[in-house]
C-alpha cells in the first residue's frame, strides 16, 4: 500500500499491535544516501520513541516496525550526513486501525487466507513492479546527461 508518494507498507492498512515492513523511496533514497534511519514514535507526543536503521536495497530503503496500541503512527527519516525528510516540517502521520476482535467463522477464515495469499501475491508483483519502474524512469534523465554515478564495488 502507498500511503504517500515514495512511501509503502506491505499490508492494506496500519493496525494496533502488529508488524509492518515499510519501504521508502523518498529524497533521501534519490539522492543517494549511503545510510538512511526511520525516526518513530506513536501519538501526539511521539510516544515510544525510537530509531532504526533501514536496510538499502535496489528498490529503496527498508525496515519492519513494530506497531503498538496507539492512535497514530508518526515518522520522518534522516540519513547519515543528518539530512531529514521530514514531510516538510509535518511529518509522516497515519492513523492505526483497531484489532477488530467480532467472532468469525473457521469457513470465513479459511476462504479469506486463500484470498488474502493471493491478494498478497498480486500486490507484492504489483509493489516490485511500481518500484523497478520508478528507479528506471528516475535513471533515464541520469544517464542521458552522464551525471549516473555507479556503485563502487566492495573491496574484500
Not at 529524497?27 to 518513530?40: A, G, M, P, T, W
Not at 515510544?48 to 515518522?75: C, H, P, R, S, W
Amino acid at each position: 500500500m502507498e500511503l504517500v508518494k515514495n512511501i509503502f507498507f506491505n499490508t492494506d492498512k496500519l493496525t494496533q499491535n502488529s508488524k509492518v515492513k515499510i519501504s521508502y523511496t523518498g529524497k533521501l533514497f534519490q539522492d543517494n544516501s549511503q545510510e538512511v534511519y526511520i525516526h518513530y514514535g506513536f501519538g501526539l507526543l511521539w510516544e515510544n520513541l525510537n530509531e532504526v536503521k533501514m536496510e538499502k536495497t535496489d528498490l529503496g530503503f527498508q525496515a519492519e516496525i513494530d506497531l503498538i496500541d496507539k492512535e497514530t503512527f508518526n515518522f520522518c527519516f534522516k540519513n547519515e550526513l543528518n539530512v531529514w525528510d521530514n514531510n516538510d516540517g509535518k511529518n509522516y502521520i497515519f492513523e492505526l486501525e483497531e484489532v477488530s476482535n467480532d467472532l468469525v467463522s473457521i469457513d470465513n477464515v479459511e476462504s479469506s487466507i486463500h484470498t488474502s495469499r493471493e491478494e498478497n501475491k498480486f500486490y507484492q508483483l504489483s509493489k516490485k513492479i511500481k518500484l523497478a519502474i520508478y528507479k528506471i524512469i528516475t535513471s533515464i534523465p541520469k544517464l542521458i546527461s552522464g551525471t549516473y554515478r555507479r556503485k563502487k564495488s566492495e573491496e574484500n
